[in-house]
């Protein structure tokens, strides 16, 4: 923001996260005014719930690309200097932007008219993140006789990206001391233009398109469904048939029906409770076992890509070297359920497969032998309900969707967060191994969370920290603390 008040901001927002229990941290990179851009502010927050007793966050100094949540622009060329940078991404950034112009030097000196369409811009902005906020902002602090700074910060208020109340933003402005009644006018002109931007539609939206395999499926989540989770199921159901078959994608939603009976009243809240579970279930639906390992390696499309990422022409021969190592646990997860507990209990068994299994191999699927023997094993698809790590899975996502439906009309806020921990849960092998028993630990302190006012946060903090590190050792620091 430059010498538009971006330092004024930058302060505000470090005063109000260390308020709230958070580390904050920021930096400012000059810029040359309208020749190269303003001076670019950038700022961390952490949460210090989240860090281990007797060690700091380790923060950034500067923005990277695809990794920042929040932008804002105080005029809209900078907006635009904002997406040349590529800071805006559309699966993560909410960006606010003034649509007022100062004009840049290559404007000015050009021969003829070289003003940037500002309707490009704009434009941009809305295909590029992933919430645009866009309003005349110099203009609202201009009548409410205060600065651009105030307006842009009740903007980032309204947003609801940050884990503050809006009087806790009005409360950091009120402790600086100066011009506070102008400010707070200032902010909540801000904080009333951005709210229409970022409230869903009346209407329902259109259901995106999910083929006529699953066109029936599609009418059943437009009657039965609210219209703001009506794209997260789409994907859903279009991953839970690519994984299985339609029948898996109709248990999809057969899962996620009893769950709208128990949403809460705020509906901004049973939104984003709906939309997490059902994002979270289609993951977890859609797990990684050797079937699927094998039919994704295996797929046309990913030939296609990798030839596309190391540019090969059509006098080259493309070789794919796959390394695998499947465990005899790998084995049994894919063995008929009896089968496969059989196997993992039978100590004379598994000593007959484990020689094979102590070593990994390169199984090479661009080559005819390799892609057979993969392709063999994602064949196994339609046996794969009958397998052991299927019963297994199942059972894992049920007791997970019941709790978050126990907690959702009394404890949304905490359902949300055991909706969220699924994340902990990924991969295959011993990725898949440690995040489960992660996940094990963390829900285990789900009674006692139950009676805390910041049983959330702290479900949060906890999921955090089994993410921090392979070890645990920041998830056995933070347990010790609940």
């Not at 309707?119 to 203009?139: M, T």
């Not at 196994?380 to 019963?391: A, E």
Request: proline content about 6%.
């Amino acid at each position: 923001m430059g010498g538009e008040g971006g330092g004024v901001l930058a302060d505000w927002l470090v005063d109000l996260a260390e308020q709230n229990g958070y580390f904050a941290q920021t930096t400012s990179v000059p810029g040359v005014a309208q020749r190269t851009g303003a001076t670019v502010y950038y700022l961390e927050m952490f949460p210090e719930a989240a860090v281990p007793a007797g060690r700091m966050p380790v923060m950034a100094l500067s923005p990277v690309p695809g990794e920042v949540d929040i932008v804002i622009a105080s005029e809209l060329m900078e907006a635009g200097r904002a997406l040349q940078r590529g800071l805006v991404t559309a699966n993560r950034t909410t960006f606010v932007a003034s649509t007022h112009r100062v004009y840049s030097m290559t404007e000015r000196t050009a021969m003829g008219d070289g003003r940037v369409s500002s309707d490009k811009l704009l434009d941009g902005g809305r295909a590029a993140a992933r919430h645009f906020i866009s309003a005349d902002f110099a203009r609202l602090a201009e009548d409410t006789g205060s600065l651009i700074s105030p307006t842009l910060y009740g903007a980032l208020a309204a947003t609801g990206r940050l884990p503050f109340s809006r009087a806790q933003f009005e409360a950091t402005i009120t402790r600086g001391g100066v011009g506070v009644s102008s400010s707070l006018k200032a902010f909540a002109a801000g904080f009333s233009v951005a709210q229409p931007a970022l409230a869903p539609p009346a209407a329902a939206t259109p259901m995106p398109p999910v083929g006529s395999r699953l066109a029936a499926l599609a009418q059943r989540v437009a009657q039965n469904f609210p219209a703001t989770s009506h794209a997260t199921l789409a994907a859903g159901m279009v991953r839970a048939a690519d994984y299985q078959d339609v029948a898996y994608a109709a248990a999809y939603l057969d899962r996620l029906q009893p769950l709208l009976a128990h949403l809460p009243a705020d509906p901004a809240l049973a939104a984003g409770l709906l939309d997490e579970s059902a994002r979270h279930l289609a993951l977890w639906m859609s797990y990684e076992d050797t079937v699927r390992v094998a039919d994704l390696k295996t797929r046309r499309s990913r030939f296609a890509r990798v030839g596309g990422e190391v540019k090969l022409s059509h006098t080259q021969h493309l070789g794919i070297n796959e390394f695998l190592h499947p465990r005899v646990e790998e084995i049994a997860d894919t063995l008929p359920a009896g089968l496969g507990r059989w196997l993992l209990a039978t100590p004379w068994a598994r000593a007959c497969i484990e020689p094979f299994t102590r070593k990994g191999r390169i199984v090479q699927t661009s080559s005819i032998r390799g892609y057979l023997l993969l392709y063999t094993i994602a064949a196994l698809r339609p046996l794969r309900p009958r397998s052991l790590r299927f019963q297994v899975e199942q059972q894992r996502i049920a007791g997970w969707l019941a709790t978050i439906t126990s907690l959702a009309s009394t404890q949304p806020a905490l359902a949300l967060e055991v909706a969220r921990s699924q994340r902990l849960v990924k991969g295959y092998g011993d990725t898949h191994e440690r995040g489960w028993r992660s996940y094990q630990r963390v829900m285990a302190k789900l009674p006692q969370l139950q009676a805390r006012p910041d049983g959330a946060q702290k479900l949060q903090a906890l999921s955090q920290a089994a993410l921090a590190d392979d070890s645990g050792k920041a998830l056995d620091q933070m347990l010790a603390t609940v």
